[in-house]
């Protein structure tokens, strides 16, 4: 069973969303700031 492209996209862009959170919530803290 193939994998949709869409859903590999989502995929990508979930997994690079999640490494990315820390520093989301790091630039979110010094704007809080």
Excluded: V
């Excluded at 193939?2 to 995929?11: S, T």
């Amino acid at each position: 069973m193939r994998c949709h492209p869409a859903e590999g996209a989502m995929q990508e862009l979930t997994t690079a969303a999640y490494s990315t959170l820390p520093e989301l919530e790091n630039a979110l803290d010094w704007t809080a700031l």
